[in-house]
Nanobody, 120 residues
Framework: QVQLVESGGGLVQAGGSLRLSCAAS????????MRWYRQAPGKQRELVAI???????NYADSVKGRFTISRDNSRNTVYLQMNSLKPEDTAVYYC??????????????WGQGTQVTVSS
């Protein structure tokens, strides 16, 4: 069994910063791409950032220059550093990862989500 557990969400004022973490655990053979998504009330879930196993990154236009995705492969953990936060960044943030368990094919896994609220 594989689990993704997010942490680091909370309430912050506009212009502030938060750092999200997502740790994968279980019988993991390898992890390919890792991603952060977010879903605001009444809106569709959107991709915020992605990092490949080699460290290449890509971001949604709305967060470029403010958010940074990184990973620690030794800890099976992905991070999202969020700076210059805006009220429109308020959402539940989810991590997603492509993980292969021992003896199994690559599958997508989701975390349970962590709430980020930015006050104006």
């Amino acid at each position: 069994q594989v689990q993704l557990v997010e942490s680091g969400g909370g309430l912050v004022q506009a212009g502030g910063s938060l750092r999200l973490s997502c740790a994968a655990s279980g019988s993991i053979f390898s992890i390919n791409a890792m991603r952060w998504y977010r879903q605001a009330p009444g809106k569709q879930r959107e991709l915020v950032a992605i990092i490949t196993s080699g460290g290449s990154t890509n971001y949604a236009d709305s967060v470029k220059g403010r958010f940074t995705i990184s990973r620690d492969n030794s800890r099976n953990t992905v991070y999202l550093q969020m700076n210059s936060l805006k009220p429109e960044d308020t959402a539940v943030y989810y991590c997603n990862a492509d993980i292969a368990r021992y003896g199994d094919t690559l599958r997508g896994y989701w975390g349970q989500g962590t709430q980020v609220t930015v006050s104006s």
